[in-house]
């Protein structure tokens, strides 16, 4: 029920097509844990998105709001007319609109939860309201705009999701926004097994005598689904009843690198043994069927949510050592790290953990120690609202 004192706060996530992916998961874990006696959410998203009724059945209100198509003219000039028009809508005309909204709600405070390079018109609209404006900065950006430096340093704080992204910013050169450091947290209770781990196996077709490993997250370029395959084949004929699980969605820009990641399958002799499930809105299950989970982004990884997952199922991790992935993993303690887009080292990291089941074990029981004392959601959820009551001055 909502309180009466509750300060209203209104939550945006920025992404346009409704993949779902680790932001998602972050915004909910906290807006799920606030004390509502204090703040009462409000979360817009710009597309529908399979994890929105799990918002509403904990009686967090949300709103689609899309963002507006842009003007194309095919008339003489219609390049210039078009990028004309384009700049009143989206800084002047939609601010304006996104104010109402915030005036509507009697919103107090806006957060944004995914990047100083995104959602500008929000950043504008809470301005011309007065309303103290924060983001999540949950990337690890090659560069910055003018425009994202120059709004970013109107906001009251940048939220880095780890280390690695707060050191990327002096990296760049940018040392005067209101940088701070909140790790993101994990409820080891929000991974419930609620199915059988014969009942997963027998869905996705693998023999109940098979050894499973698998990666969570989007099938995209950086995420390196395509270095996991490298190392199953590898792996192929030493442990023939070894098989992989590929767990994720995949947005339209990247159906491309999804049929590159089947022919590779094909190609090395895989099929059958390496799956692509798809989404999966029941991760718990689909993690607990895995010997051990892998992490492979060949990109520097801004956080690492499916880490904490894996973590707090007790399952050991091989993870590429880049980003903020050292600041989770004990190398040597809760599982390995390797470097990055290197499947041989991969593959000699799995055949150590494969070839020693119980050293595996006691590995996932000390991520899963690790996970308690250092990434609960309850010190994020506190730590973030401590940053309310200063901003709100309560």
Not at 191 to 201: L, S
Not at 272 to 281: H, N
Not at 322 to 339: C, K
């Amino acid at each position: 029920m909502k309180s009466e004192s509750a300060v209203p706060v209104l939550y945006v996530e920025g992404n346009v097509d409704g993949t779902v992916g680790g932001s998602y998961y972050s915004l909910f874990f906290l807006v799920s844990g606030l004390d509502r006696e204090r703040f009462e959410p409000l979360v817009v998203f710009a597309a529908e998105n399979g994890l929105r009724p799990r918002f509403e059945t904990h009686s967090i209100r949300t709103l689609i709001r899309p963002l507006p198509a842009p003007t194309r003219l095919r008339v003489p000039g219609g390049r210039l007319l078009s990028k004309a028009a384009n700049f009143v809508r989206g800084w002047l005309i939609e601010p304006l609109r996104l104010a109402r909204l915030m005036r509507r709600e009697r919103i107090r405070l806006l957060h944004l939860n995914n990047s100083v390079t995104r959602n500008h018109t929000w950043t504008l609209a809470a301005l011309l309201c007065g309303i103290p404006v924060i983001t999540h900065e949950r990337g690890i950006n090659d560069h910055f705009k003018s425009r994202d430096l120059k709004l970013g340093r109107r906001m009251r704080a940048v939220i880095c999701i780890s280390a690695a992204v707060r050191d990327n910013f002096a990296a760049r050169g940018v040392r005067d926004l209101p940088l701070l450091t909140i790790h993101n947290g994990l409820d080891p209770a929000q991974m419930r097994v609620t199915r059988d781990a014969g009942q997963i196996r027998g869905e996705l077709g693998v023999p109940g005598s098979a050894r499973l490993i698998g990666i969570v997250g989007n099938i995209k370029p950086w995420k390196g689904q395509e270095v996991v395959i490298r190392a199953m084949s590898r792996l192929r004929d030493e442990f023939p009843d070894l098989h992989c699980l590929l767990i994720g969605d995949t947005s339209p820009d990247d159906m491309a690198y999804r049929e590159r990641m089947h022919a590779l399958i094909g190609e090395f002799g895989l099929k059958g043994r390496v799956l692509i499930t798809g989404f999966k809105q029941d991760i718990a299950n689909y993690v607990n069927v895995l010997e051990i989970q892998v992490h492979a982004s060949v990109a520097p990884e801004p956080f690492g949510r499916v880490l904490l997952e894996a973590m707090a199922l007790e399952k050991p991790l091989v993870a590429s050592g880049d980003g903020a992935v050292p600041e989770i993993l004990v190398d040597g303690v809760t599982g390995y790290l390797f470097p990055p887009n290197d499947a041989e080292a991969l593959a000699a990291r799995l055949r150590s953990l494969l070839g020693d089941p119980a050293g595996a074990a006691a590995m996932g029981r000390a991520g899963r120690k690790r996970l308690e004392a250092e990434f609960s959601i309850t010190r994020n959820v506190a730590e973030t609202q401590r940053l309310y009551e200063r901003l709100l001055g309560s």
